[in-house]
């Protein structure tokens, strides 16, 4: 076999009693990386630890896999305007998401002798959309719907990156909101501290009653 040493250095080719000799005293393993040259190539390494570092490169490649998704928009060739506008609106926002849409034209009865209804249709949408996206697939006739389909003009990747940097945006700007109700609090005990100021007028009201009497002692003294 060809033997490859743990730092990738080439050992040459060996017999496997010496290889597996070289891997004991060196405490690693001796894995075989090409099976299928001639002759097999076999490496020098610490198995436990190369299987931990693919299973992370693996992790990490999942996670930054971007999966494709279509989504899909079902219309009518004689939509109302304010139903194609709503229509229009989930259509933007799934191009800003950095999605596919498919735009379904579906006929129905009479309409099926009409195409060119839903062709125009089509190509308005396209043309209201053309910042976001663009026509990927042009409309073609599926049975008794036109189909076409969209594509986003900015990658799904780039839409992500967009809507966490507006999120760390937020999150900066939301504890400058948060510091009006503190201030609006604290000036209210000011504003209610000097309602308890009228509180000694009744202590000043005190001496009328010991007053009244003194005066009506002073009238009884003649009439006796």
């Known amino acids: 076999m060809r033997l490859v040493g743990p730092n990738g250095e080439q050992v040459g080719i060996v017999a496997i009693g010496d290889a597996l000799r070289l891997a004991q005293e060196a405490d690693l393993d001796l894995v075989e990386v090409a099976p299928m040259a001639r ?7 610490d198995y436990g630890k190369f299987k931990y570092e693919s299973a992370q490169k693996a992790r990490e490649a999942r996670k930054n896999q971007v999966n494709t998704v279509i989504k899909e928009m ?13 229509k229009k609106g989930h259509v933007v926002r799934f191009l800003k998401q950095g999605d596919k849409v498919k735009i379904t034209i579906m006929f129905r009865g009479r ?22 996206g663009f026509v990927e697939s042009a409309p073609k006739q599926d049975g008794r719907n036109m189909i076409m389909v969209l594509g986003p ?12 940097a507006d999120r760390a945006r937020r999150a900066e700007t939301a504890p400058e909101g948060e510091t009006e109700p503190e201030a609006t609090q604290a000036t209210q005990p000011e504003a209610t501290a000097p309602a308890a100021e009228p509180a000694p007028a009744p202590s000043a009201e005190v001496p009328a009653p010991t007053e009244a009497p003194t005066a009506t002692a002073s009238s009884e003294q003649p009439v006796a």
């Open 39 to 45: 002759p097999p190539v076999c490496k020098l390494m």
């Open 153 to 164: 003009t900015k990658k799904k990747a780039d839409a992500r990156a967009e809507k966490a």
């Open 74 to 86: 079902k219309l009518r060739p004689k939509i109302d305007p304010h139903d194609y506008a709503t």
């Open 111 to 132: 309409e099926q002798s009409r195409p060119e209804l839903g062709f125009r249709l089509l190509q308005r949408l396209a043309e209201d959309v053309q910042e976001l």
